[in-house]
């Protein structure tokens, strides 16, 4: 900003030196160098002079926080804080399979649901429910008929806020509302609704589970019997009878299958025997040395017996001969016994022929049967489809049945030692005191705001300013030597002091009001050579102009000079006004006229001497006059006769005849009032001043607040505090 402002003032005085030359001999006005830095002492004075407005702003932003406060609707929240319960405490078994294993803790996921779960729709409508919140006139304020429940709800999400706190497992329910015991009641209904409602809700789950269980219970039981005993009917009818080793019909077969095998070996080996001792017997053996009859007693006596009598024959027939009575009836003996012995063959090979036929018919007995029991087995085969169809049905309802069965039992054997899915750690107390609006931080927001806008304030009405303050303005901004300052009478007076600037320079020559105007003069002397005329000008009205003129002739003429004052301002005549019985007497207009002399038209003050030349006569002419041939003839008369001959002309924007009256002064002075006088105005003056004709001797500021000024830190006004010690 700094380098912006140095910018723009190189750049006015380029232009109005440009304008305007300097005197033979006058010291050029240096524009300042442009420096980079920042000027914390021009920001300071910025402070100091926009002090007002920058205090206003200030105020009206605290003023404005404390309305806002006042009316903001006062909102309590209210805090419960619940726990998770992060690990299960097995109180009974589950299955009959359970076994102990670790839990892991929860992950971050599931404290993200849980936490979800707080601002479900379901725990939503148990507390509102709970509390009737959808009869609650602050709760469904403004809702549509039929629409109660649905704006309750809307409230809750907006005024419900539920997060996990940092890392824990813990979880902050907090809601928010105008009245402090509803906040409380509200969010411990949902730290309550989370935690026993969550619990009374699973217990009564597993209720409903139990009961719907065991009515399904009746159910399988009575399937698995209708089943079962389908099953059993359909064996009986289908003569399906079966133990361990399987059907009867197959253990028929089986037993059968044995039978036949034994009889067919049985038949064959009586058959062959038979066939044995018949070909013995065919063969020409003897009875007793067939093989079947080896075995037998009988013939294992008789053939002892038949031995004997061999033996006792061939011992007779040896004594005796053939014809012995004895040898005959020996072999007679031996005869008899030989046919016991056939006889017994014939005895043996019958029971075997007998016992053949006997197996054989076993056989064929066995045959039969098997073929039976084979037609029987092919029948309940082609039966068995539909008996594995109701036997799978019956597997599968008694299954069912157990299952559930098993289930029942274990539900009611946990029905009582539900565990609650989280606790409760912090229960809400209504708060005391209203989370909103917050005092201290709308205080601290309305001060950084009014700070921040009285700063901006200050700046932009700165940057928008255009009057001046200080003579570096002058001589920066504008390009022209700065003279002086000529300060306010109430800022360099006492309060209560009601005396006008121009008595109170006769009446205190010592103050710095009187000072201001001493050190006037020695400027316009030190920058004009040989100036005897000077004109005392402004840019516009009101600006002190005339005072100026009337104070610093009497300021002159009261350290002994000869001095002249000139009312050159036809329309306003402002200095003619402090001529006494004006009325009727010669003045300016008369002396351009050539009908009285200059002697007879000059007024002298009796306090001061100072000669006054007023207007007392209109004029239609009066602007050729004051800047015609007339007006130099009079100035060089009075050059002649005074020392110093001050002008008080007219405003040079509004009035043209000023400027050529300028031109005819030796040297020229502008007045700009403080902080009124925009520079525009004074630049536009200054521009439409006649080329070479006009000498300016500078600009001097009038006006100025010394007690303000001093506070600003300009110029050589900054140290009015430190010297206004030496004015009386």
Same mark, same amino acid.
């Given at each position: 900003?700094?380098?912006?402002?140095?910018?723009?003032?190189?750049?006015?005085?380029?232009?109005?030196?440009?304008?305007?030359?300097?005197?033979?001999?006058?010291?050029?006005?240096?524009?300042?160098?442009?420096?980079?830095?920042?000027?914390?002492?021009?920001?300071?004075?910025?402070?100091?002079?926009?002090?007002?407005?920058?205090?206003?702003?200030?105020?009206?932003?605290?003023?404005?926080?404390?309305?806002?406060?006042?009316?903001?609707?006062?909102?309590?929240?209210?805090?419960?804080?619940?726990?998770?319960?992060?690990?299960? *405490?097995?109180?009974?078994?589950?299955?009959?399979?359970?076994?102990?294993?670790?839990?892991?803790?929860?992950?971050?996921?599931?404290?993200?649901?849980?936490?979800?779960?707080?601002?479900?729709?379901?725990?939503?409508?148990?507390?509102?429910?709970?509390?009737?919140?959808?009869?609650?006139?602050?709760?469904?304020?403004?809702?549509?008929?039929?629409?109660?429940?649905?704006?309750?709800?809307?409230?809750?999400?907006?005024?419900?806020?539920?997060?996990? =706190?940092?890392?824990?497992?813990?979880?902050g329910i907090t809601y928010e509302s105008a009245n402090a015991a509803a906040a409380a009641r509200i969010a411990n209904a949902f730290a309550e609704q989370f935690t026993k409602g969550a619990l009374d809700a699973k217990r009564e789950e597993a209720r409903a589970t139990t009961a719907l269980i065991a009515a399904r219970l009746d159910?399988?039981?009575?399937?698995?019997?209708?089943?079962?005993?389908?099953?059993?009917?359909?064996?009986?009818?289908?003569?399906?009878?079966?133990?361990?080793?399987?059907?009867?019909?197959?253990?028929?077969?089986?037993?059968?299958?044995?039978?036949?095998?034994?009889?067919?070996?049985?038949?064959?080996?009586?058959?062959?025997?038979?066939?044995?001792?018949?070909?013995?017997?065919?063969?020409?053996?003897?009875?007793?040395?067939?093989?079947?009859?080896?075995?037998?007693?009988?013939?294992?006596?008789?053939?002892?017996?038949?031995?004997?009598?061999?033996?006792?024959?061939?011992?007779?027939?040896?004594?005796?001969?053939?014809?012995?009575?004895?040898?005959?009836?020996?072999?007679?003996?031996?005869?008899?016994?030989?046919?016991?012995?056939?006889?017994?063959?014939?005895?043996? =090979?019958?029971?075997?022929?007998?016992?053949?036929?006997?197996?054989?018919?076993?056989?064929?007995?066995?045959?039969?049967?098997?073929?039976?029991?084979?037609?029987?087995?092919?029948?309940?085969?082609?039966?068995?489809?539909?008996?594995?169809?109701?036997e799978k049905k019956s597997e599968t309802s008694n299954a069912l049945y157990e299952s559930y069965l098993n289930r029942y039992k274990e539900l009611t054997a946990r029905e009582g030692t539900e565990q609650a899915d989280a606790d409760m750690l912090h229960p809400a107390s209504p708060p005391l005191v209203p989370d909103s609006p917050? *005092?201290? *931080?709308?205080?601290?927001?309305?001060?950084?705001?009014?700070?921040?806008?009285?700063?901006?304030?200050?700046?932009?009405?700165?940057?928008?300013?255009?009057?001046?303050?200080?003579?570096?303005?002058?001589?920066?901004?504008?390009?022209? %030597?700065?003279?002086?300052?000529?300060?306010?009478?109430?800022?360099?007076?006492?309060?209560?002091?009601? %005396?006008?600037?121009?008595?109170?320079?006769?009446?205190?020559?010592?103050?710095?009001?009187?000072?201001?105007?001493?050190?006037?003069?020695?400027?316009?002397?030190?920058?004009?050579?040989?100036?005897?005329?000077?004109? =005392?000008?402004?840019?516009?009205?009101?600006?002190?102009?005339?005072?100026?003129?009337?104070?610093?002739?009497?300021?002159?003429?009261?350290?002994?000079?000869?001095?002249?004052?000139?009312?050159c301002d036809i329309r306003r005549q402002g200095v003619s006004q402090f001529v006494p019985d004006r009325e009727g007497r010669p003045g300016l207009i008369e002396v351009l006229r050539g009908e009285v002399t200059l002697a007879d038209a000059v007024v002298i003050e009796p306090a001061s001497g100072l000669s006054i030349l007023p207007?007392?006569?209109?004029?239609?002419?009066?602007?050729?006059?004051?800047?015609?041939?007339?007006?130099?003839?009079?100035?060089?008369?009075?050059?002649?006769?005074?020392?110093?001959?001050?002008?008080?002309?007219?405003?040079?924007?509004? =009035?043209?005849?000023?400027?050529?009256?300028?031109?005819?002064?030796?040297?020229?002075?502008?007045?700009?009032?403080?902080?009124?006088?925009?520079?525009?105005?004074?630049?536009?003056?200054?521009?439409?001043?006649?080329?070479? %004709?006009?000498?300016?001797?500078?600009?001097?500021?009038?006006?100025?607040?010394?007690?303000?000024?001093?506070?600003?830190?300009?110029?050589?006004?900054?140290?009015?505090?430190?010297?206004?010690?030496?004015?009386?």
């Amino acid at each position: 900003m700094s380098t912006a402002v140095n910018t723009l003032e190189q750049n006015a005085v380029g232009a109005f030196r440009g304008l305007i030359p300097a005197l033979p001999g006058e010291p050029q006005v240096a524009p300042a160098a442009s420096n980079d830095r920042i000027d914390l002492k021009f920001l300071i004075g910025i402070f100091r002079r926009r002090s007002g407005l920058f205090v206003s702003v200030l105020g009206g932003s605290l003023a404005l926080g404390a309305v806002i406060t006042a009316i903001q609707p006062r909102i309590y929240v209210a805090h419960a804080d619940v726990t998770l319960n992060s690990k299960t *405490v097995a109180i009974a078994p589950t299955s009959t399979n359970d076994r102990t294993v670790d839990q892991q803790a929860p992950n971050d996921a599931f404290v993200d649901t849980q936490v979800a779960q707080v601002m479900s729709s379901e725990n939503m409508n148990a507390v509102i429910d709970r509390l009737r919140l959808d009869h609650d006139p602050s709760m469904i304020a403004g809702a549509a008929p039929g629409a109660a429940r649905n704006t309750a709800i809307d409230t809750l999400r907006k005024h419900l806020n539920v997060q996990r =706190i940092g890392s824990t497992y813990d979880i902050g329910i907090t809601y928010e509302s105008a009245n402090a015991a509803a906040a409380a009641r509200i969010a411990n209904a949902f730290a309550e609704q989370f935690t026993k409602g969550a619990l009374d809700a699973k217990r009564e789950e597993a209720r409903a589970t139990t009961a719907l269980i065991a009515a399904r219970l009746d159910q399988l039981r009575n399937q698995a019997l209708a089943d079962s005993a389908a099953e059993q009917t359909y064996r009986i009818a289908h003569n399906l009878l079966s133990t361990n080793q399987g059907t009867l019909t197959e253990q028929e077969i089986s037993s059968y299958n044995q039978g036949l095998a034994q009889a067919r070996a049985e038949s064959a080996e009586d058959a062959a025997r038979l066939e044995a001792a018949r070909q013995q017997l065919a063969g020409g053996a003897y009875g007793g040395n067939v093989g079947e009859t080896v075995a037998s007693p009988a013939i294992a006596a008789l053939r002892a017996q038949q031995a004997t009598a061999a033996g006792e024959l061939a011992s007779l027939e040896a004594r005796y001969g053939p014809l012995h009575p004895d040898v005959i009836k020996a072999r007679a003996s031996l005869r008899a016994i030989d046919e016991q012995v056939a006889g017994e063959t014939r005895r043996v =090979i019958a029971g075997l022929e007998a016992k053949a036929h006997a197996s054989q018919q076993r056989l064929a007995s066995l045959s039969g049967s098997l073929s039976v029991s084979r037609g029987a087995l092919a029948l309940s085969n082609s039966a068995k489809t539909g008996l594995q169809d109701l036997e799978k049905k019956s597997e599968t309802s008694n299954a069912l049945y157990e299952s559930y069965l098993n289930r029942y039992k274990e539900l009611t054997a946990r029905e009582g030692t539900e565990q609650a899915d989280a606790d409760m750690l912090h229960p809400a107390s209504p708060p005391l005191v209203p989370d909103s609006p917050h *005092v201290v *931080v709308n205080l601290i927001l309305s001060l950084a705001a009014g700070l921040g806008l009285g700063i901006a304030a200050a700046f932009l009405a700165e940057l928008n300013y255009s009057g001046i303050t200080t003579g570096d303005d002058i001589e920066q901004r504008l390009g022209v %030597r700065y003279l002086g300052t000529i300060p306010s009478l109430g800022s360099v007076m006492a309060r209560g002091n009601k %005396r006008s600037p121009t008595d109170a320079l006769a009446e205190n020559p010592r103050s710095a009001f009187a000072e201001s105007f001493r050190s006037l003069r020695a400027s316009i002397a030190m920058n004009t050579t040989k100036a005897k005329v000077i004109a =005392i000008t402004s840019s516009l009205p009101d600006e002190g102009k005339t005072t100026t003129s009337i104070c610093l002739a009497r300021s002159m003429a009261a350290s002994g000079d000869k001095v002249l004052l000139i009312d050159c301002d036809i329309r306003r005549q402002g200095v003619s006004q402090f001529v006494p019985d004006r009325e009727g007497r010669p003045g300016l207009i008369e002396v351009l006229r050539g009908e009285v002399t200059l002697a007879d038209a000059v007024v002298i003050e009796p306090a001061s001497g100072l000669s006054i030349l007023p207007v007392s006569t209109h004029s239609a002419h009066a602007h050729e006059l004051l800047t015609g041939d007339e007006m130099d003839r009079l100035l060089d008369a009075a050059r002649a006769q005074f020392h110093a001959v001050i002008i008080d002309t007219a405003p040079v924007l509004p =009035i043209a005849d000023a400027r050529l009256v300028l031109g005819k002064a030796d040297a020229s002075v502008f007045v700009v009032r403080w902080r009124k006088t925009p520079d525009s105005a004074l630049r536009a003056a200054l521009r439409l001043l006649p080329g070479n %004709r006009v000498q300016l001797a500078g600009v001097a500021l009038t006006r100025v607040d010394m007690k303000r000024q001093a506070r600003f830190g300009y110029g050589e006004d900054a140290f009015y505090h430190s010297y206004r010690r030496y004015y009386v």
